[in-house]
C-alpha cells in the first residue's frame, strides 16, 4: 500500500512558476514509477509527467517539454514537479501516482493522491 500526498499548489500569474510536491509512505517507493496527471475543468484526466523508479527515464505531454521537470528523491520518499513559465492553460487539479512500472496511461496508475489546486492567470 502507497500513500501519496501532493502539496505546493496555488494562484500564480502567467509566466511564474510552481514546483509540486508528492510526499509518499511506505518502504518500496524506489520501486515505483511515479507520475503526474492534471484534470481541468470539464476536461479528462491528462497524463503530464513520469519517472522511474531510479529517476533514470523520464516522459513528459508535449504541451510541457521545456517547462516542466519531473524529479524525485527516495531518500525523502518524494516527487517533484517543477513547472516553470506556467500558462493558464495549465490551471488544473494535478495528481500524483505511483504505478509499477513508468508509462503514461492513468489506468495503469496503482495508488493516488487527493490532488493539488493549481491556477495561472493571465
Known amino acids: 500500500q502507497v500513500q501519496l500526498v501532493e502539496s505546493g499548489g496555488g494562484l500564480v500569474q502567467a509566466g511564474n512558476s510552481l514546483r509540486l510536491s508528492c510526499a509518499a509512505s511506505?518502504?518500496?517507493?524506489?520501486?515505483?514509477?511515479m507520475g503526474w496527471f492534471r484534470q481541468a475543468p470539464g476536461k479528462e484526466r491528462e497524463f503530464v509527467a513520469a519517472i522511474s523508479g531510479s529517476g533514470g527515464v523520464t516522459y513528459y505531454v508535449d504541451s510541457v517539454k521545456g517547462r516542466f521537470t519531473i524529479s524525485r528523491d527516495n531518500a525523502k520518499t518524494t516527487v517533484y514537479l517543477q513547472m516553470n513559465s506556467l500558462k493558464p492553460e495549465d490551471t488544473a487539479i494535478y495528481y500524483c501516482?505511483?504505478?509499477?512500472?513508468?508509462?503514461?496511461?492513468?489506468?495503469?496508475?496503482?495508488?493516488w493522491g487527493r490532488g493539488t489546486q493549481v491556477a495561472v492567470t493571465s
Open positions: 511506505g518502504r518500496t517507493f524506489s520501486s515505483y514509477a
Open positions: 501516482a505511483a504505478s509499477v512500472a513508468i508509462n503514461r496511461e492513468a489506468r495503469r496508475y496503482q495508488y
